[in-house]
């Protein structure tokens, strides 16, 4: 699942359809529940991670990227944390962050982040 600012409430929304679709499909097993979003960690984080989700978006339409680009907001620890305690009160197996830029710095920001939640 897919939630690009790591809305809670949008993921949850999505499993419950996975669910659905799952127990409709007759399957046994539970599905493994993966979801993600975007932050950035990095100086100027905001700023950064606003402009990287506007250039991935624009291909849609600039007013489509400039209306997703200004509701992202995953650009502090807490905000992070914020998203990664959804997913994990959610189920979710797994949770992949996806940096908004390629700064080293950021990746070892984010693994800080994780490794401090225990």
Same mark, same amino acid.
């Given at each position: 699942m897919w939630s690009g600012n790591g809305v809670g409430a949008e993921i949850e929304a999505?499993?419950?359809?996975?669910?659905?679709? *799952?127990? %409709?499909?007759?399957?046994?097993?539970?599905?493994?529940? !993966?979801?993600?979003? *975007?932050y950035s960690l990095a100086r100027d984080g905001q700023q950064r991670l606003q402009s @990287? !989700? @506007? %250039?991935y978006l624009e291909v849609f339409s600039p007013d489509v990227a400039r209306a997703v680009s200004r509701t992202m907001d995953r650009s502090s620890p807490d905000r992070v944390n914020e998203?990664?305690?959804?997913?994990?009160?959610?189920? &979710? %197996?797994? &949770? @992949?962050? !996806?940096?908004?830029? &390629? %700064?080293?710095?950021? !990746?070892?920001?984010?693994?800080?982040l994780v490794a401090k939640r225990g």
């Open positions: 999505a499993l419950r359809q996975v669910d659905a679709a *799952w127990e %409709d499909a007759g399957r046994a097993t539970p599905p493994t529940r !993966v979801a993600g979003f *975007w @990287y !989700v @506007y %250039d998203s990664l305690d959804a997913m994990e009160e959610l189920g &979710c %197996d797994e &949770c @992949y962050l !996806v940096p908004a830029t &390629c %700064d080293l710095a950021e !990746v070892e920001r984010a693994a800080e």
